[in-house]
């Protein structure tokens, strides 16, 4: 009978220093890997979901930027971080979609290396132009272009990145020569647009929007195969005259594989509530984002479905990476 009380004993006492059983999921702040420089769409994005999904779980959420080498930097650091649920990484087409596509080798593997949790949403990428170039259509700035090859310069949230394969999409289905000019992130970059030292920019929606409507920057096309709400007098690319045409950009959170799956239940669950809420939704159109929340299981193959479509896609349309 001493036995049996014994064993009981150590089994309880293995449950109460358990970090899963012990307290209810989360019981200390969340660090938010965004693997992109402040500023960017991705950025924009993130900070808003995190902001809500903080308050739905009662831990504060710290989101830190970990630009560098197209997000996978900042990719990296969560897939080889503790897999407790406390480091959790606001992924998207560039870390789970494009540069599994574009780079020959990665310091994570895409599958392998993460628990997907919940899609976010998607965006456009919308091309703009700095009003000083004499375009108003993506038709003129092709004209302009072969008229000019190689002066004008195009700037990218880095090499391999969403900002960079639409506009080098745009290149080879056009014929012409733009200079590129990579930057550690879309902010960077939106600021050297803004200041008039490049001149053309293919990113993100949600970055672009209020500059957009400032006048600082003007809309070519959006770059999605339906048009965007925020700016309904935007073509699409194919309505511009590249049929075919088409990056959309998306949103997902991830953690490291091998976490818990409570706790990707507790995160999805809050997620999926967050996303749907009518506030939420009106606030993410704001920026141009549409919300498409889905399980771990949708998740996961929709970025096997990504993984194979670029893969294709960057092999047909012949980019090439500096």
Same mark, same amino acid.
């Given at each position: 009978?001493?036995?049996? =009380? ?45 902001? /809500? ?15 560098? $080498? ?7 650091? =969560? ?39 919940? /899609? ?17 259509? =993506? ?18 949230? $880095? ?11 745009? /290149? ?23 200041? $008039? ?29 339906? /048009? ?34 409570? =706790? ?59």
């Amino acid at each position: 009978m001493k036995i049996i =009380v014994l064993a009981l004993g150590v089994a309880l006492s293995l449950v109460a220093i358990s970090p899963v059983h012990s307290q209810a999921y989360p019981n200390r702040p969340i660090r938010a890997i965004v693997p992109i420089a402040p500023g960017g769409g991705t950025d924009i994005t993130g900070r808003l979901v995190t902001t /809500r999904l903080s308050e739905a779980l009662g831990q504060q959420i710290v989101v830190d930027n970990r630009a560098g $080498g197209g997000g996978t930097i900042g990719a990296s650091i =969560v897939a080889k971080a503790q897999p407790d649920g406390y480091t959790i990484l606001f992924g998207s087409i560039s870390t789970h979609g494009l540069n599994p596509a574009i780079f020959k080798k990665l310091p994570y593997d895409h599958i392998k290396d993460f628990a997907p949790v919940s /899609r976010i949403g998607t965006v456009p990428n919308v091309l703009v132009v700095h009003p000083s170039l004499p375009v108003k259509s =993506v038709s003129d700035l092709i004209k302009y272009a072969r008229a000019n090859p190689g002066k004008i310069i195009y700037g990218s949230a $880095g090499i391999g990145s969403p900002t960079h394969l639409s506009v080098e999409l745009l /290149r080879s289905m056009a014929g012409i020569n733009l200079l590129h000019v990579p930057y550690k992130g879309a902010g960077p970059a939106l600021v050297e647009l803004l200041g $008039g030292q490049t001149q053309v920019m293919c990113t993100s929606l949600a970055g672009q929007l209020p500059h957009i409507k400032a006048g600082r920057v003007r809309a070519l096309a959006v770059t999605t195969v339906k /048009r965007n709400a925020q700016v309904p007098d935007v073509p699409t690319m194919i309505e511009a005259g590249l049929p075919g045409y088409e990056v959309t950009i998306w949103y997902a959170v991830f953690t490291p594989a091998g976490v818990p799956k409570a =706790v990707i239940t507790r995160l999805n669950s809050e997620l999926v509530k967050l996303l749907n809420a009518p506030d939420m939704k009106e606030r993410m159109a704001q920026i141009g984002v549409d919300p498409a929340p889905s399980t771990p299981q949708e998740l996961a193959a929709f970025v096997k479905s990504e993984t194979a479509k670029w893969t294709k896609t960057v092999q047909e349309a012949g980019v090439k990476l500096e």
